[in-house]
């Protein structure tokens, strides 16, 4: 039986409401300011021409030098021309110039710096290192040239500034992406099939904008200031228009009579570098939440052709077969070692063990989508009878969405809370599917009715803080289903609900898999959730399957010492009041894992034999496996259940 779940949800206009502005003035009133000061600026220099009592060049040598009067509100100059209109129409070639090197910086700076962070490898060492050389030019020497060559013009020396400059945002750019990129909704996004132009332009550019923002208010104050000082040293040309900084000049020739003339265009320019400063603050302020840490991914990732064997082979009518994976890290300390099972087509197999086993880092292999400094250097992983590790990203990114798609533990963190629900179902929808933009739509509503949402209209204009846990869930399971994939990877997807919103979304993943015939393999350490759900078990433990069989078997017979033990630990099984057995020590960390079976330093039957040579799976019965040379015998003394 289908249930259906409505939930109220605040409209996706309440984070922009008409109470915005009143927001704004309390919590950032000097950046507020400082943007009506430069709207102000720019409002003046388009109604110069209706604003300004005199043309810029009117000449009236009656009133050379004169200060403030009622004909000359901010007095005249050397020629007698009005310094309000001179100061008026030089705001127009001031900002425009400004703006020029602005553009020029930001093209450049941008796109190169989200390429480099994103993409790394080579394309990440070409860009840094264009970067560093072009910061140790010095942009005097450079400008100057420039203006040398192109006849003293203004715009040729602001496109030349903002080349100059671009290196530094790329870098800052390049570190924002290399946080970016490691999020949840990134990792979403890639397994849903999204292709990078899409992911770089859509995520990863709207989550750097703060940092961009607060660098290109800083620049902008920067070429103002700048221009002004090229036309101060009289090394640009801007012709018969003025500029503040040109004003400067003429003022500087006459200061010892007249000093009053640096008063206008110096408060000018202070002023406006000043407000690009405050807005600039603003910006970080706003953003100072975003995290911080960096991590670098590898240039080239080495891959072991040389998996260890198991003896537990591969069934053939698998849809998805693991075979001998290995996953290392850094210099070779392993993760995952000779990882083997298989998931048959619209069935459910947990892979279970303790946290630190190795459950995520093999479902992240099978996806292709290992952390940074992280490879799979050895095994198979068969989708579909192709081998994704030996085809590479070409052979992953050819099944992600359409193929085998993704839920993760953090149902919030795996959506971009600057993109609606809407444009997060139209962006997968449309990786799969050619619609009009109605079909698209339409289809969207169709995946949230698909897992019981309703009122589809509020919440594809909904933003995820907008929604429960348990929605954005069910809206992570839609994202997955939008490609129809054949088999869904799901990590841990009711670790963070509330237990009757776990059972729902439980409940909804075998009412889908029904309907759909996908396979599932879930990412669990709840046995609860296995014995609910899941046809077979993988239990892992150091990074290694140690054993695998159908549910029922599991429960009622383990043939591995440490599977007995956390069934022995789950009080869902306990009598009532028993006091529960425990575990002694800890999983062994990676680098650190014993020779022999990893489990012997906590297994109360470990002999000379359990630690004497690697352990491969052993097969027991028709459909299981272990990996304890001794099951016979334990089974034999009582320690393992018949």
Not at 251 to 280: D, E, H, K, M, R
Not at 284 to 301: F, M, N, W, Y
Not at 395 to 415: E, H, K, N, P, T
Not at 610 to 632: F, N, Q, S, Y
Request: net charge neutral; charged share 15%.
């Amino acid at each position: 039986m289908t249930t259906t779940l409505t939930m109220d949800v605040r409209p996706a206009s309440s984070g922009a409401g008409p109470h915005w502005l009143r927001r704004a003035l309390r919590h950032q009133p000097l950046g507020v300011a400082a943007v009506g000061y430069l709207i102000l600026l720019v409002l003046a220099g388009l109604l110069a021409p209706a604003l300004a009592p005199y043309d810029p060049q009117a000449q009236d040598l009656t009133t050379v030098l004169s200060g403030p009067s009622a004909a000359h509100w901010l007095g005249s100059d050397s020629l007698g021309r009005d310094v309000l209109s001179r100061l008026l129409y030089g705001i127009d070639p001031s900002l425009v110039n400004t703006v020029t090197a602005l553009v020029v910086f930001l093209a450049l700076g941008v796109p190169f710096g989200i390429l480099a962070g994103y993409r790394g490898g080579w394309i990440d060492a070409t860009i840094s290192r264009i970067a560093e050389l072009a910061l140790g030019i010095p942009a005097i020497i450079i400008v100057l040239v420039v203006l040398a060559v192109f006849s003293s013009s203004p715009t040729a020396a602001m496109v030349a500034l903002g080349v100059l400059g671009a290196p530094g945002l790329t870098r800052v750019t390049r570190g924002v992406t290399l946080v970016v990129r490691e999020e949840l909704f990134v990792t979403a996004a890639r397994v849903a099939g999204v292709r990078p132009w899409r992911i770089m332009s859509g995520h990863v550019l709207r989550r750097t904008l703060g940092p961009v923002l607060v660098q290109a208010s800083v620049f902008a104050g920067i070429s103002l200031a700048f221009q002004a000082a090229l036309a101060f040293l009289g090394v640009t040309s801007g012709g018969d228009r003025p500029s503040w900084g040109a004003m400067i000049g003429d003022a500087s020739t006459v200061i010892t009579t007249n000093p009053w003339l640096l008063v206008p265009p110096g408060l000018a320019i202070a002023f406006t570098v000043l407000a690009f400063g405050v807005l600039g603050d603003s910006i970080r302020d706003l953003t100072s939440g975003e995290p911080a840490t960096v991590t670098r991914r590898t240039a080239k990732q080495a891959r072991d052709p040389k998996p260890k064997l198991s003896i537990v082979d591969a069934t053939s009518d698998a849809l998805l077969n693991v075979r001998g994976l290995n996953v290392s890290a850094g210099a070779g300390t392993a993760l995952v070692s000779d990882a083997t099972f298989q998931v048959r087509a619209g069935e459910t197999v947990a892979l279970v063990g303790e946290s630190g086993c190795g459950k995520t880092m093999t479902a992240l292999a099978v996806l292709g989508l290992l952390p940074a400094a992280v490879r799979a250097d050895g095994g198979e992983v068969i989708f579909d009878s192709t081998d994704l590790v030996a085809g590479g990203p070409k052979a992953y990114r050819a099944v992600r969405g359409s193929g085998i798609a993704y839920i993760a533990q953090d149902a919030l963190g795996s959506l971009d809370p600057t993109h609606t629900i809407g444009s997060h179902l139209k962006e997968v929808i449309g990786c799969h599917d050619r619609l009009s933009a109605r079909d698209t739509r339409a289809r969207a509503v169709e995946l949230l009715n698909q897992v019981n949402l309703t009122d589809t209209d509020r919440v594809l204009a909904s933003y995820p803080h907008e929604i429960s846990g348990g929605m954005a869930q069910r809206v992570n399971i839609a994202l997955a289903l939008a490609g129809r994939p054949r088999l869904v990877i799901a990590d841990e997807p009711t670790t963070a609900l509330d237990v009757t919103v776990q059972a729902e979304i439980l409940r909804l993943l075998r009412e889908l898999q029904e309907d759909t015939g996908m396979a599932i393999l879930l990412i669990t350490h709840d046995w609860g959730v296995v014995a609910d759900i899941a046809d077979r078990a993988v239990v892992m433990y150091a990074g290694e399957v140690v054993e695998q069989s159908d549910v029922d078997t599991l429960f009622r017979a383990p043939r591995f010492p440490y599977s007995a033990a956390l069934l022995a630990a789950d009080p869902n099984s306990a009598p009532e009041g028993a006091r529960l057995p425990t575990l002694p020590g800890r999983v062994p960390p990676p680098g650190s894992w014993p020779s022999g079976c990893r489990f012997a330093a906590r297994c109360a039957h470990v002999r000379d034999v359990c630690t004497a040579g690697e352990v491969p799976l052993i097969p027991v019965g028709a459909h299981a496996a272990t990996r304890c040379v001794r099951v016979d015998d334990l089974v034999q003394e009582g320690a393992l259940p018949q």
